[in-house]
């Protein structure tokens, strides 16, 4: 609506002498296009028909260029300023030029300001000095680090003064920001407020006024009574406020609409507007670093996949939450969601990242004042929560285990979300350590729950990390242990059980020990684990059937019978790729025979990787190598996997004769499983067996071995050597 009321030039209405004009020309033709002189001034002879002919012929009454001409020296960015005296008036001018875009034409523009005479030469000097020195004083504001609102109020507050101004608003706004601030200074603290011209701007009323100010033009609205005829609406309302005049700069950033300056009833310095176009390009150099800093203090702190703060704020929030809260008990959880790998890979990114965002917004719902979150990768999450005691801890668990398996994706997939948290807990100020070893501890909590099933919370002890440091030392130590030959064979009986009684073994299970040098035994319960989540295991398996290998070869002229020995496999062995010609070629470099090794797998494996066990099953078989399914009860095996898979002998777990509520239930299985196997071509061993009764039991039902310490703990090769059968019939 100002666009009507906007000029390229505001000195066309600053002429303060009669003697004052300004013209506009083409600085490569010379060609006069417009003169301006001041209200009421006659106008000059030869003056009256100016179009078409040139500065030097009417202003200067020349019939070439003037030597003295500046066009050579103008740019757009700031004025030239000057003096001449002209010998045709006989007066003294102080002359400002520029270059700029006129009616879709590059032009140079001079405004000539008469200063013949003492006092008017010493006016128009103090006033240019008098602007520039705000104009500085407006830049150092900027400059001064006291933040863009502070310095922009102080601005306002300066030039506003400086021009004599009723009011002066200034508007910014930012990327992230469109409502951005409206500042406000008055000359007259007693009066009214303007209403701001950008109040509350929508995305829809910016892109009109960016439209008004397309050019970036200064726009000043010299007398409201120009907008009587035009404008009613408007005029009534500027009126109504005691608005009598108005200049508007516009201030961009790039080809964005960043802010305005608008001063409104000026009465000085109206030739000195100018100014505040350069000053509009500082404070939009100011507004546009503000927005870097914005756009970079996000990169740091955002995280894009959950839409919340990251892990590198989140420590700065908790150091500064703790700092505030001394004495207030706190708990510091560290939790993932359990599988999501597999998420990943079954239903995709896109699902994944949708369940980090859900799982996001729950705990952010769920926290109260003074605490925070942040994922720290992947669907690695920490919190920092109030410590109001441990039912607190666990109903704020499973209320959040509760509405996490309600992500309706999920749940039409019938996958259902699980998590697996640890938690360390500052009771008091001595517990508060660094939240580096806050966080480790509460993770060492969640890695104790993390493989069982189901979702489980863990709460951090010093028996935990006592743990963590002897598996980190146990670590370290084990390539060093097998090279010096440290894991050492024991061997279990598998005891035949037949009508006549016990019969001398043939069969025994291969175990592993680890003999440390200063004396110690680890049992495998220590390390297995262990070994099997850092790989480990595959060493150590290869290790293990090598061993056994080689005790077979020894032995084998020193027994009356034949003895077949069961080398346990991990998953993570059976998965290496060259697993079949490692193992093979073990067994043929140590000559062993069809039936004197067998492999035992767990159950588990048959499930999770069917048609990979079932093809190495059977090139076992072709290489003379027995197989048995390993703890079998204890998983998700299925009778179609029995069935279908070429297993040689089914070990029943130790679970199976544990002692139950209803005894007669629990062997009634017994005797199914066994009737199954005997029906399938499959030799059975009971494990964990300790009991008479249980050995006569399980001859009556047709159980082929028996393995337990009702005849033999594991023994030492040499110890196995010279065990007493005889002694073992007895029982």
């Known amino acids: 609506m100002f666009s009507k009321y906007a000029v390229d030039f505001t000195e066309e209405f600053t002429f303060e002498t009669e003697q004052d004009f300004l013209y506009i020309s083409d600085p490569n033709t010379y060609e006069l296009y417009y003169i301006s002189i001041a209200e009421g001034r006659p106008i000059p002879a030869g003056w009256q028909n100016y179009q078409g002919k040139t500065c030097y012929e009417v202003l200067q009454q020349r019939d070439s260029p003037c030597p003295f001409c500046t066009n050579r020296l103008l740019n757009a960015e700031q004025y030239y300023v000057w003096e001449h005296y002209n010998k045709i008036t006989g007066r003294n001018y102080i002359l400002k030029d520029k270059l700029l875009d006129w009616h879709g034409k590059r032009v140079r523009l001079e405004i000539v300001m008469d200063i013949t005479g003492e006092e008017r030469a010493k006016a128009v000097l103090l006033g240019s000095l008098e602007s520039q020195g705000v104009l500085m004083n407006c830049v150092e504001a900027l400059a001064a680090g006291t933040g863009t609102a502070t310095a922009l109020q102080g601005i306002l507050r300066m030039i506003g003064t400086f021009y004599h101004a009723g009011w002066a608003y200034l508007h910014y706004f930012t990327h992230q920001d469109a409502q951005g601030a409206v500042l406000h200074w008055q000359g007259d603290p007693s009066a009214a407020p303007v209403q701001p011209l950008l109040k509350d701007p929508s995305p829809r009323a910016l892109e009109q006024w960016a439209a008004i100010f397309s050019d970036n033009r200064q726009s000043v609205l010299w007398d409201t009574e120009g907008l009587r005829a035009d404008n009613p609406l408007l005029y009534a309302c ?20 960043a802010g305005l300056v608008c001063l409104y009833n000026i009465t000085a310095h109206w030739k000195e507007l100018s100014i505040l176009n350069p000053l509009a390009k500082y404070i939009s150099g100011q507004i546009g670093r503000d927005e870097v800093e914005q756009r970079n203090r996000r990169l740091m702190y955002y995280d894009e996949v959950t839409g919340y703060q990251n892990f590198e704020w989140y420590r700065r929030r908790a150091a500064e939450i703790l700092a505030a809260n001394p004495d207030t008990p706190y708990a510091l959880w560290y939790c993932d969601l359990k599988n999501f790998k597999y998420i990943n890979d079954v239903f995709g990114y896109d699902v994944g990242n949708r369940i980090l965002r859900y799982w996001a917004n729950l705990i952010a719902d769920d926290l109260d004042e003074g605490e925070a979150f942040a994922r ?330 028996v393995q337990g310490f009702i005849f033999s703990k594991p023994l030492p090769p040499e110890a196995f050597e010279s065990f007493d059968w005889l002694q073992a019939e007895k029982l």
């Open 238 to 257: 500027l009126r109504r406020q005691g608005v009598r005049n108005a200049c508007f700069t516009p201030i961009f950033v790039g080809e964005r609409l």
């Open 376 to 705: 720290i990768s992947a669907d690695n999450f920490t919190a920092l929560r109030r410590y109001r005691g441990m039912g607190q801890v666990e109903s704020m668990f499973f209320g959040l285990v509760e509405r996490l398996a309600t992500f309706q994706e999920a749940a039409d997939r019938r996958f259902r979300l699980e998590l697996a948290s640890g938690v360390y807990l500052m009771r008091q100020p001595a517990d508060r350590l660094s939240l580096d070893e806050m966080m480790n501890r509460a993770n060492m909590a969640q890695k104790s729950v993390k493989n069982k099933s189901g979702s489980r919370y863990a709460v951090y002890s010093d028996g935990m990390r006592a743990r963590v440091l002897r598996d980190m030392q146990m670590q370290g130590e084990m390539q060093e242990a097998l090279r010096r030959g440290e894991f050492i064979l024991h061997l279990q009986p598998q005891v035949a059980l037949t009508v006549e009684g016990y019969q001398a073994p043939d069969y025994a299970e291969a175990l592993v020990r680890w003999q440390k040098r200063e004396g110690a035994l680890i049992m495998p319960g220590e390390f297995i684990g262990l070994f099997e989540r850092n790989g480990m295991i595959v060493e150590l398996d290869r290790y293990v059937f090598e061993q056994a290998c080689r005790y077979l070869r020894d032995v084998r002229g020193r027994r009356s019978r034949p003895l077949c020995l069961a080398v346990n496999v991990s998953r993570i062995s059976m998965l290496q790729p060259d697993f079949i010609e490692a193992y093979c070629r073990v067994k043929d470099r140590y000559g062993i025979r069809p039936g004197e090794v067998e492999l035992e797998f767990t159950e588990n494996i048959a499930v999770e990787n069917y048609e990979q066990f079932r093809d190495i099953i059977l090139s076992l078989h072709r290489n003379g190598v027995g197989c048995a399914m390993d703890d079998f009860g204890t998983g998700q095996s299925s009778l179609n996997v029995l069935k279908n898979l070429p297993i040689s002998v089914l070990k029943l777990d130790r679970q199976f004769f544990a002692p139950a509520d209803d005894p007669a239930r629990g062997w009634a299985v017994i005797s199914c499983v066994l009737e199954l196997a005997r029906k399938l071509g499959m030799n059975t061993v009971a494990e964990g067996i300790e009991s008479t009764e249980q050995v006569r039991t399980l001859r009556g039902m047709g159980c082929k071995y």
